[in-house]
């Protein structure tokens, strides 16, 4: 789908409130605060720019953003867990503007991580920035992956297979999927106009994944710590233009 100046422009909007969440959201975390409190100070921020929740009601998923401590990949539900110092949490987040959807991640640590903790947010977040150096017009859409994979097993790291990023516009998931990996075949070109939500999920260990019982948590198979980083990106005549961007 090619998304027409307007269009472009109210995803900029939804983007720039998506943003807007995760550095509020980014704020909150500390130690002792609950994965619900910090789902309310998303809530907050919907409400006061006027805009809806993608998340929530989603599948019939019961808060506007995902969180997913430690070993948990995504999908995370805000409730009672409280964090503590030392876990790592990822946050999931969107919204949606006149219609129009932003969906972004990012993982942090509480407090004082380990430097192998560090080290993974890190390495995901870079691999993000390569993937979405790749997001030109005419490039094939299977080169972003290709790049994010690269940094990824270049630090000895696994990137999650079962679930990757998409399209994005008047829904928050639209085709064509966006692997974070090299499938084999290197997909549709790129074209100016596209927009695509690109969202590396990197495991220390193995890249096997679990669904816990309550249907929605994903965890790593091993055990081991997980991050994920998401923006939504428009391919322009001027390259990538990152509208979920924080910093
Ligand atoms: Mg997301
Ligand atoms: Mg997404």
Not at 140 to 162: I, K
Request: glycine residues 10%; negative net charge; charged residues 25%.
């Amino acid at each position: 789908m090619r998304r027409s100046a307007a269009e472009l422009d109210k995803m900029r909007k939804a983007g720039r409130i998506v943003a807007e969440i995760k550095a509020t959201t980014r704020e909150a975390v500390r130690d002792g605060v609950t994965t619900a409190e910090i789902d309310k100070v998303a809530r907050e921020v919907i409400e006061r720019r006027g805009a809806k929740s993608n998340f929530l009601n989603y599948h019939g998923f019961p808060a506007v953003i995902c969180t997913s401590p430690n070993s948990m990949i995504v999908h995370g539900i805000p409730g009672k867990h409280r964090l503590k110092e030392g876990d790592i949490i990822s946050i999931d987040c969107g919204a949606i503007w006149q219609g129009y959807h932003g969906d972004s991640a990012f993982t942090v640590g509480v407090g004082k991580i380990s430097k192998e903790a560090q080290h993974l947010i890190e390495v995901t977040s870079r691999s993000l920035q390569a993937g979405i150096a790749m997001m030109e017009e005419g490039n094939h859409l299977h080169e972003v992956g290709r790049a994010v994979q690269r940094v990824v097993e270049a630090a000895g790291m696994a990137v999650v297979r079962e679930y990757v990023g998409h399209g994005i516009g008047t829904a928050m998931h639209e085709p064509p999927n966006v692997p974070n990996y090299w499938p084999g075949s290197p997909g549709p070109k790129m074209k100016s106009g596209n927009v695509f939500a690109v969202e590396p999920m990197v495991n220390i260990g193995g890249a096997e994944t679990r669904l816990l019982e309550d249907g929605w948590s994903v965890v790593t198979a091993d055990g081991s710590l997980s991050a994920h980083f998401e923006d939504t990106i428009a391919i322009t005549d001027n390259g990538p233009e990152v509208f979920t961007a924080d910093e």
